[in-house]
């Protein structure tokens, strides 16, 4: 029963950069796990597809979609409760609708590349990137 709000996206030409950030917060009475945190994306007509994660104990434990390898870093500030993706060289296919994503747990297995396995989620911000 956690809040996820992300924030950050906008319009950028092509080899612009965004940060996106996303605040989590437990809903009052409740408690949350921030093993794992991640973003998503949706372009239109497109399946959701995820873009990164990251969790272990020490929150050094990072995956990253094929397609953002190197032009994209996700980073946490565990005081603040959020984690954030810097997004640079960004390409007109990166365009699409970026969510934050939380679970108390995950692996580097397949499942959790799979919107499916991931319970927490934000009500996602805009990113469109232009030619």
């Known amino acids: 029963q956690v809040q996820l709000a992300e924030s950050g996206g906008g319009s950028v030409q092509a080899g612009g950069s965004l940060r996106l950030s996303c605040a989590v917060s437990?809903?009052?009475?409740?408690?949350?796990?921030?093993?794992?945190m991640g973003w998503f994306r949706q372009a239109p007509g497109k399946e959701r597809e995820v873009v990164s994660y990251?969790?272990?104990?020490?929150?050094?434990?990072?995956y990253y979609a094929d397609s953002v390898k190197g032009r994209f870093t996700i980073s946490t500030n565990n005081a603040k409760n959020m984690v954030s993706l810097q997004m640079n060289s960004l390409e007109p296919q990166d365009t699409a609708m970026y969510y934050c994503?939380?679970?108390?747990?995950?692996?580097?297995?397949?499942?959790?590349?799979?919107?499916?396995?991931?319970?927490?989620w934000g009500q996602g911000t805009q990113v469109t990137v232009s030619s």
């Open positions: 437990a809903l009052p009475g409740y408690t949350y796990s921030r093993n794992c």
């Open positions: 990251i969790y272990g104990t020490g929150r050094d434990i990072t």
């Open positions: 994503v939380t679970s108390a747990v995950c692996d580097g297995s397949r499942w959790f590349l799979d919107a499916r396995a991931w319970p927490g």
